[in-house]
Structure formats: structure tokens, C-alpha cells
């Protein structure tokens, strides 16, 4: 029997793993990226663009990072050497097709009535069926020119590696004559286009301009630190932020690992879990006030380090809250130090609009005047999800409304056969979650597992859709998994037959922290 194709739309990290983990198991590969290079988004960054994540827990479970590599938080071009140096390893590079843009997708052999009518997913609960394809149409990226003659690919099953933090920029809405277009003095640009600039024009650009970022998360910091260290106190830059959000200067809180705190099972222990029993239930409920001491550990810490009463940046929201919700980030050690010198300035407000002079706020009469506005307000990575199928059906399912992220194990769609979605949700390690994602996805193509009834998976969804709003408050939208990595891990493994219990002994099972190294292998 001819092997099954397995297309795989995007070359990051999970593209990258899925291509490792569908080659292992007999499958063809046929991996299309848009860009010329593999890396995703570490392929467009700042020049002071580093990991948020330990490097420890952002490796390759098979693929350690290189003892020339001592950096616990490596930068960009460490990053991108890293990636390279596993696709090499692994053989991916032979099985991407670059510049390849893949504009639709679109299935065929069975009727969306058909479809609306199954109990199971695909019909079967199996990875594919016969003669039923997905037919990918796609363009060469630099010119929109279809791709070979036809312009398409035909194959068994689909993975979506096609990221979040990309392509789709999330522009905040306006009032009537306050958009970009009333800002004369200067220009307005999307995080995305700053960074897709080369590192000579991007400083070029910002030197010695009124600088002001709107958003307060990674990229905001990043670039509020370069314009504080190219112009100073006598240009400084503005960063407006809608909400404040605990930021960490490294992960050794009072000197206690942040891992110990919120990344070993105990921590679960104390949370609420998805289709959770009655007595881990009582468990969370009785240790409650252990879980509010740890976020008290990292709020403390980071209040006397930094000083944030003293700039008004005290968040309202538990480092709980923000965690559970991969909100919190991390912030070059000087940062406040720029804060505190005249260089950067802090605005809060949860609307703005744009005049000639630069940015209005609410409360303040006066512009904050500016040369050049960077919009750091994120992507639609959900958009982004929903226009890639040519079926309305399709994008109506990927339609998520007041819901997180529909998904079973958080990469099935119950209604969207032969298709897998990898990346979208987060975790505090994103490459660790894809990768046994990937490794999980590769087991069921090969029949080692059935999927559930779609009633079962919605009952499941539902549960987990629970737990990221009791924790991640108003910001459960982002799908984060990152307080229940191991519990999730746990059902993934149970799918594929392994012991869930990856460590030796039952207090190091419980105590220390896991990471990608414990699932190298079966």
C-alpha cells in the first residue's frame, strides 16, 4: 500500500517536529512554508530579541542545546542556530518546500450533510479515510503565482503549524476620525513591520525620534528598551498599556526556582484540573492557601526588586492569574533602572486615539507627542486559523466566539476531519508542548488510538474550557495550558500507552520539575 501524505502547513517548531514525527512513523511529509527559511517567527525579530523560557525547557526532548550554549535565556540567532542544527540532524530540510504560500484548503469526498451527521470524528474515529482527501491550494510567496501547474497539492491529512504570533496583525478599533490616518507628525507601524526591518534601518528609524509603544508585553518591552538605549531621557519613549501584568528580571524568585513553585505536580495539586475526581478535587480545595503563598512569592519578590508601587505598575490580577494565562514576561535587568532615569514612560489607559500631534488618552487633555507610534497589540492567530479553509462549514467551526480554543487534546477539531491544528494553544513552553503534541498526533495517524465520540471530545473540551476561566480570568481566550502542562501530558501519554509517571520515586515524581527531557522516549 502507498504510504499516506501528511501535509504540513508552516516550518517553526511544531512544523519542524510534526515533519520529525510523521517521517518516523512511514509517513510522506510535504512540508510547505511561506518563507524562505525555517524558524517562524524567530526568523523576524529584534535585535535584542532573546527566549522567554529556560533553554532547558525549550529543546527537543532527542536534540539537547549545544555546552557551547551557556546562556539559561539564549538569543534570537542561538535560537535559529538551534532549530537549524535539528532539522539538519533529522533530515527535515530535504522535505520543505520554501516560498511556497499555501492560500486555501479544501476537502473533498463527503458532503457537509454527511459531515453534520457523524457521532464520530471522520466517521470512524480514525486518521483517514478512503477517498477522502484535502486538496491545498497554494502560490509562490515572493510573486502569488500558483505553485507548478496546477497550483495544488492533494493529500490524506493536514497539520496547521501556522503559529499564532504571526501574519495577521491585531489592529485595536478606533472612534470615527482617531485612527492612524488623523496622525500627521509621523508614522504608525505594527510591531511586525519593525521587525521584519533589518537591524540597520530599525535603529536608523527610531534614533533620536519621540517614540511611543502601545502594549506592554514582550515585544512592547523589547522595544521600548531599544529606543530607551538608542535616544535616553532626552527623547524618551512612551509605553501605553490597557492592563498591567507581573513581569519577572529571571525565575528565582527570593532564590527559590519558579519551576519548584508552578512546574512539578504538587503545584497541580493545588489547582483545579479538568475531569478531575472528588478527592483531587477536595485536594485543590484544602490546599488552596499554599497556591496563593506561591503567588505571593513571585509578587513580593518582584515588588521590592523593582519597585513597581513606585511607578504605578502594580497589577490588580495574582501572578497566578498571569502565569495561568502565559502573561507574565521577562525583562532585561536594567529595565527599571531606564524607567527611573527619564528614558521610558509608563501610560495606562484602555482606549486611545490617534490626533496630528501623536496619541490621546482618556483622562488627559494633552497629546502624548510622538514621532513614531509601534503598535506591539499582538495578532489575530485565530483569524488567521478560520481564513485558510475555502469551506464557510469549516470557518463557522473554527469560528470560536466566547470559547478558548474548541479543540480535543487542544489540536483535534470534533468536526474537521484529517486536520490537526499544532501551536495555537499556549503554554509556558511552547516547543515542549508541540513537540509531544506532535509525537501524540504521529501515534494516532499510525492506529495506535481511536479517537472518542465527538459528544465525549465536546464533553472534554468543555472541561478544559472551565479550568482556563476559573484561572486566566478575563484572558482565557489564549487557550494556556501552563499551570496543567503534566496533567495534559498525562492524557496524552495515557492515549499512546505510556506511563504517565515519567520519574523515578514517588517524591521525585512529585516534587521535581518536568520538562521536555522526561519524554525523550516511550
Known sequence: MEPKKVGIIGAGISGLAACKFVLS???????????????GVWTETLQTTALQTPKEMFQF??????????????????????????????????????????????????SDEEIGGWNLWGGSGDAFAEGRKWRLNVVDARTDVPVEET??????????????????PNIPEFPPNGGPEAFKAGKVLHSSEFSAMDFDNASNLIKNKLVTVVG??????????????????????????????????????????LAFLYMNRFAELLIHKPGEGFLLYLLALLLSPIRWLFSKIVETYMMKKLGLAKYGMVPTQSFLQDISSCLFAIIPENFYDKVEEGSIIFKQSQSFSFCEEGIMIDGETEPIRSDLVILATGFRG??????IFASSMFRDYMTFHDLAAPMYR????????????????ESASNLYTSE?????????????????????????????????????????????IAILHIWYNDQLCKDMGWNPKRKKGFLADLFLPYGPSDYATA
Open 436 to 480: 509531544i503534541r506532535c509525537r501524540w498526533l504521529a501515534e494516532f495517524l499510525d492506529g495506535t488510538f481511536k479517537l472518542p465520540s465527538i459528544k465525549e471530545m465536546d464533553k472534554d473540551i468543555a472541561n478544559w474550557e472551565k479550568c482556563m476561566r476559573l484561572y486566566s480570568g478575563p484572558f482565557y481566550k489564549r487557550a494556556s
Open 25 to 39: 512513523k512511514g509517513f510522506i511529509p510535504i512540508v510547505l512554508e511561506a518563507r524562505g527559511d525555517i524558524g
Open 382 to 387: 485565530d483569524l488567521k486559523l478560520k481564513e
Open 151 to 168: 497550483g495544488e497539492f492533494v493529500v490524506d491529512f493536514v497539520v496547521l503549524c501556522i503559529g499564532k504570533f504571526s501574519d495577521v
Open 216 to 257: 506592554f508585553q514582550k515585544s512592547g518591552i523589547d522595544l521600548a528598551m531599544e529606543c530607551a538605549n538608542a535616544n535616553g531621557p532626552n527623547k524618551p519613549c512612551t509605553v501605553l498599556c490597557r492592563t498591567k501584568h507581573w513581569s519577572l528580571t529571571h525565575y528565582y524568585p527570593w532564590g527559590i526556582p
Open 410 to 425: 487542544h489540536c483535534i477539531h470534533p468536526r474537521i476531519p484529517q486536520l490537526a491544528v499544532i501551536g495555537y494553544s
Open 61 to 110: 526532548s532527542d536534540f539537547p542545546w549545544p555546552k557551547s550554549v551557556t546562556e539559561e535565556l539564549p538569543r534570537y540567532d542561538q535560537v535559529l542556530d538551534y532549530i537549524n542544527s535539528y532539522a539538519q540532524h533529522f533530515g527535515l530540510l530535504k522535505h520543505i518546500r520554501f516560498n511556497t504560500r499555501v492560500v486555501s484548503i479544501q476537502y473533498e469526498g463527503c
